[in-house]
C-alpha cells in the first residue's frame, strides 16, 4: 500500500473553513434553532397537546361518544361540508380574480386591490354585521339568508377570498410571458396554452390558497354566528357547538369536537401539501 493510500485512510472527516462538519449547525444557528421551537412550543404545541389530553380525559369511549352525538355530528358534517365547497369556489373565482388582476387593465382596478384585502382587514363579528344588514330581513336587495345554509356559506366565503388570490397573483406577475407566445407562435390555442403552459405554473400556488381557505372556514366563527342564527341541526356550525358545550359546562365535550376538526385540517392539509408537491415537481 502506497503512502498515500494510507495518509487517505486515516485522513479526519471533512470539515469546512471554520472547522465545522459540513451541515453543523453554528453557535448562532443554533441559538435561534432553540428560540424558534420554544416559541413554537409555548404558542402551537403545548395549547395543541393540552387539548387532546382533555378530550381524552374520559377515555376512548368518552371521546368517541362526545363526537358522535347527534348534534356533534351534525355541526362537524355542515361544517366540513361548507368549507369544502367554499374552498372549490375560491380555488376557481380566486384564480380568475388574479388573472384579471394581473392580466387585465380596468378603470378602478387599485380599487378592486384594496377590495380583495377587506376581509383582512375587517373584524370578522363586522363582516357578519355588515352580512346580515344586506342580506337580513329588510335588507336592500330583498334577499333573507339568515338561518339559511347559504347565508353561511356566503359568510365564508366573503372572508376567504383573498386567500387564492395573494397566493397566485405574484406567480402570474412573475409567470415568464415569452413561454406563452412561443406556444402561440407554435399553434396553440388559447385554451391549450393555458392548460399546458400557465395551469402547471399556477396549481401549486392555487392549491396552497385553497389549503388557507380551508383551514379558515373549518374554524370560522365570527362572520357566520349571526347570519346563521345558529340552528341545531340545519345551520348551527362547529365553533357555535363547542360554545355552547363550553357555555354548558362539558369542556370534555368541546375539546373532542375541537380535536376531531383538528385531526380533519392536518388530514386536509397533508393531502393538498403532497399534491402541491408533487405538481411543482411534474412542473
Known amino acids: 500500500m502506497t503512502l498515500l493510500a494510507r495518509l487517505d485512510r486515516v485522513a479526519p472527516p471533512t470539515t469546512s473553513r471554520r472547522g465545522r462538519r459540513p ?3 453554528s453557535g448562532g444557528a443554533g441559538l435561534g434553532l432553540g428560540v424558534g ?17 382533555t378530550a381524552f380525559e374520559d377515555g376512548l369511549s368518552g371521546f368517541w361518544a362526545a363526537v358522535t352525538d347527534h348534534e356533534a355530528v351534525s355541526a362537524i358534517t355542515f361544517t366540513v361540508g361548507a368549507a369544502a365547497l367554499v ?44 352580512l346580515i344588514t344586506l342580506y337580513g330581513p329588510g ?9 339559511t345554509r347559504a347565508g353561511v356559506v356566503l359568510a365564508l366565503l366573503f372572508v376567504t377570498l383573498p386567500f387564492v388570490v395573494r397566493s397566485v397573483q405574484p406567480v402570474l406577475i412573475d409567470a415568464d410571458r415569452e413561454v406563452e407566445q412561443a406556444a402561440a407562435s407554435l399553434g396553440a390555442s388559447g385554451f391549450t396554452t393555458f392548460r399546458r403552459v400557465i395551469l402547471p405554473t399556477i396549481v401549486p400556488a392555487v392549491v396552497s390558497g385553497a389549503a388557507l381557505s380551508f383551514a379558515r372556514a373549518l374554524g370560522e366563527f365570527g362572520s357566520v ?24 359546562a362539558e369542556p370534555v365535550s ?17 393531502l393538498l401539501d403532497v399534491v402541491q408537491r408533487r405538481t411543482a415537481r411534474r412542473g
Not at 335588507?139 to 339568508?145: D, Q, Y
Not at 368541546?254 to 397533508?270: D, F, G, R, S, Y
Open 139 to 147: 335588507g336592500p336587495f330583498g334577499i333573507n339568508l339568515v338561518g
Open 23 to 25: 451541515g453543523a449547525v
Open 37 to 53: 421551537v420554544l416559541w413554537l412550543s409555548l404558542l402551537v404545541l403545548l395549547p395543541i397537546a393540552a387539548l387532546v389530553s
Open 225 to 248: 354566528i349571526l347570519i346563521s342564527a345558529n340552528l341545531v341541526g340545519k345551520t348551527q356550525v362547529s365553533s357555535s357547538y363547542i360554545l355552547k358545550m363550553i357555555e354548558s
Open 87 to 130: 374552498t372549490v369556489v375560491n380555488a376557481v373565482m380566486g384564480t380568475l380574480i388574479a388573472w384579471v388582476l394581473v392580466r387585465d387593465q380596468f378603470p378602478g382596478k387599485r380599487v378592486v386591490e384594496v377590495v380583495i384585502d377587506v376581509p383582512f382587514a375587517l373584524p370578522t363579528i363586522v363582516a357578519g354585521l355588515v
Open 254 to 270: 368541546a375539546a373532542a369536537v375541537a380535536t376531531l376538526l383538528l385531526a380533519v385540517a392536518v388530514v386536509v392539509l397533508v
